[in-house]
T-cell receptor
């Protein structure tokens, strides 16, 4: 049963373009995350938001910027994409703040940068 | 910074076999240990988690945690083809971050 929805499923773009990914959760959770899964399947946290406030901001390039309109939505914008941005971007949510809460993931947005 | 490593990188087992997956972590202050499973092209999904040393069993799945050895494992009894997936361990110390391991790709051969 899907409760974390991501759009688009995949996106192909060229170096230098701007892209935006959307995420919505219907679980009523107050914390949302963006993870990046690289070609070796390693999952790395990028950002987390709790009730629209930025909590975790890992050392990601400044061209990445998260945007949260309410606690059910968390979007990700990438200005001027680079080839190394090719990856699967996974959105997740949890009830409560803290690394000890179960994460519920979306199916991901696969980005290919040509 | 927490380092989480998994072994083996990939594994093929016959249907009905016992599967054992390993995870080591570097931060001795870690308090929460979890396993996630990701079928190809799908979302990672939480399998089970543990806080204290020892074992926890849920159906065919068992977690074993040894904090002193900085090691925990997942055992799958009577492995099924539907268990074929990427298995990700995850660890959290104090704070907001859950750090994932490098993953083990499991194929259960019918």
């Amino acid at each position: 049963e899907t409760a974390v929805f991501q759009t688009p499923n995949y996106h192909v773009t060229q170096v230098g373009n701007e892209v935006s990914f959307n995420c919505k959760q219907t679980l009523g959770h107050d914390t949302m995350y963006w993870y990046k899964q690289d070609s070796k399947k390693l999952l790395k946290i990028m950002f987390s938001y709790n009730n629209k406030q930025l909590i975790v901001n890992e050392t990601v390039p400044r061209r990445f910027s998260p945007q949260s309109s309410d606690k059910a939505h968390l979007n990700l914008r990438i200005k001027s994409v680079e080839p190394e941005d090719s990856a699967v971007y996974l959105c997740a949510s949890s009830q409560g703040l803290g690394g000890q809460n179960t994460l519920y993931f979306g199916a991901g947005t696969r980005l290919s940068v040509l | 910074q927490q380092k989480v490593q998994q072994s083996p990188e990939s594994l093929i087992v016959p249907e009905g076999a016992m599967t054992s997956l390993n995870c080591t972590f570097s931060d001795s202050a870690s308090q929460y240990f979890a396993w996630y499973r990701q079928h190809s092209g799908k979302a990672p999904k939480a399998l089970m988690s543990i806080f204290s040393n020892g074992e926890k069993e849920e159906g065919r799945f068992t977690i074993h945690l040894n904090k002193a050895s900085l090691h925990f494992s997942l055992h799958i009894r009577d492995s099924q083809p539907s268990d074929s997936a990427l298995y990700l361990c995850a660890v959290s110390a104090m704070g907001y971050k859950l750090t994932f391991g490098t993953g083990t790709s499991l194929l259960v051969d019918p």
